[in-house]
């Protein structure tokens, strides 16, 4: 029988590039704005760049609180927020994913590049083995994730993933409906002994 997730706080992975249509940074700076007034704490990056940075100032400027988690040395860049509600430096990457992860229930995806497509999968593996039971929320506004849905369904057609693995996460067309998709995704137990198949 599933229940609802309790959230705190949302985990927000999204793309570091600024030179992005300006739709993409609307839909950060609402997302931002939408997940304060649910009173969801915002966990991500600890960027101040891209659509990170629009998120967390948008939270911040509607009222959220803001978490970064960034590696040292990304924060040697000094491309760190400086004005969030915490900012946590740690030595590496794997530990940042692993305290994002665990400070978070929940996680939306946004468009982004190589770093968003590392953190979506690596949500969805351990949600696969069973390390989390966590809701996954996919934003595909303008078709942007279409072909990696499509790739995700070919890798389930072929056999290197259960076809039920593909109901790990959820998606949606616009952020409007990230709060809404939130809170109606039921915590699922996934038997990670099925993955063998």
Known sequence: ??????????????GSS?????????????LGALLAKEDWGVVYGGGRVGLMGLVADSALRSGGEVVGIIPSHIKDREVQHEELTELVVVETMHVRKQMMVDRSQAFVILPGGLGTLDELFELLTWKQLGLHDKPIVLVNMNGYWDDMLKATKHIA????????????????????????ALKQAPLEKFDPTTKWI
């Open 18 to 30: 600024s030179k992005v249509d300006d739709a993409y940074k609307d839909a950060a700076t609402k």
């Open 157 to 180: 057609n072929q056999g290197f993933m259960r076809v039920e693995d593909l109901n790990m996460f959820v998606t949606v067309e616009a952020v409007e409906d990230v709060p809404a």
């Open 1 to 14: 029988m599933s229940e609802i997730k309790k959230i705190k706080n949302v985990c927000v992975y999204c």
